[in-house]
Every structure is written in C-alpha cells, then in structure tokens.
C-alpha cells in the first residue's frame, strides 16, 4: 500500500475520531462556551480523582475569618428583631457562601453548604449542633459565633469534597 494513502487513512479516522468526542447542537445558545466564544461543546471526560490535591485543600482557617468580617459588618450595632434577623441571616447566608467559594476558585471540587443562626441574647445558654455523613479526611468545617447585648449568631461552613 502506498504511504500517501496509508496517511490519509490515518487523518481520516483521526478527525472522523474528534468529530464524534465534540458534541455539536444547532441552537445558538449552546454554541456559545464559558468565555462567550462561538464553537461546538466540548464533552469533558471523567477525571476519577477520589482525593484533593494538597493545594486543593479546604481553607478552614480563611473561611472563619470571612465569616469572623461578614458578621461583623453586618452584626456590630445590631439590635434583635425578628423580621430583620430573618432576612439578615439570608443575606449573611449568602455572603458568606459567595466569599467562600470565591476563595476556592473556580477549579475546585467542595460543596459548600453554610448555615447561619440569629437569636435573642436573653442571658441564656443555648447549643447549636448538626450531623453530617463525611469523609473525614477530606471533609472540613469551619465555625464562628457572634454576641452583642441584643442577639447572638452562630455561623458554619462546611466544606464537603464530592467526585
């Protein structure tokens, strides 16, 4: 067999290859990727990585200090209402989460699930537990309480690595 036709050959199963791995839709909203760029979607392939890298880690530390700066400004000179509280601990909520994620990166592989908690500061004892099902090694929390003469707030992060 001649080499230039044993070359073809090849070309041709390797861009008939890559035509069935690209994943090709005719309407114009899904020709468009991430960046905003024009082109067919691209069908990523499974990565089977069960573990975070070291550098992947979930920032504990730097996830109280934003939820430590989050209530602080949103908290400092606030007194207890609980029309407010509610919509408060929401926003907190939602700060907090955004923060977090934000320090992750885009690249990352942690749901974050926050829970926040506003009550009444009446001098009384009060506990805050929770139970998750995790993977010690690699799942992380992280916790930060707030109290003033009106409301107290407990707030956590919670890291949890998914595949």
């Not at 760029?37 to 499974?46: A, S």
């Not at 504990?60 to 200090?65: G, L, N, R």
């Not at 908690?117 to 690699?138: D, E, T």
Request: hydrophobic letters at 35%; aromatic letters at 12%.
């Amino acid at each position: 067999m001649d080499m230039r036709k044993l070359f073809k050959q090849k070309v041709h199963l390797v861009l008939q290859r890559h035509r069935e791995s690209v994943q090709y839709s005719r309407t114009p909203s899904s020709m468009t990727n991430s960046e905003g760029l024009k082109g067919p979607q691209v069908v990523l392939e499974n990565t089977y990585q069960l573990a975070p890298k070291d550098s992947q880690k979930f920032p504990t530390k730097k996830a109280e200090d934003i939820m430590k700066n989050v209530f602080l400004t949103h908290l400092l000179d606030s007194k207890f209402s609980s029309d407010t509280c509610k919509n408060l601990t929401t926003q907190i909520t939602e700060t907090v989460k955004t923060q977090v994620k934000a320090e992750l990166g885009s690249n990352n592989r942690f749901k974050v699930v926050v829970l926040v908690m506003i009550g009444a500061n009446f001098g009384q004892g009060a506990r805050v537990a929770s139970r998750c099902l995790w993977y010690p090694q690699y799942d992380r929390f992280a916790q930060y309480e707030y109290h003033n003469e009106s409301l107290f707030a407990v707030g956590i992060v919670y890291g949890v690595y998914y595949e």
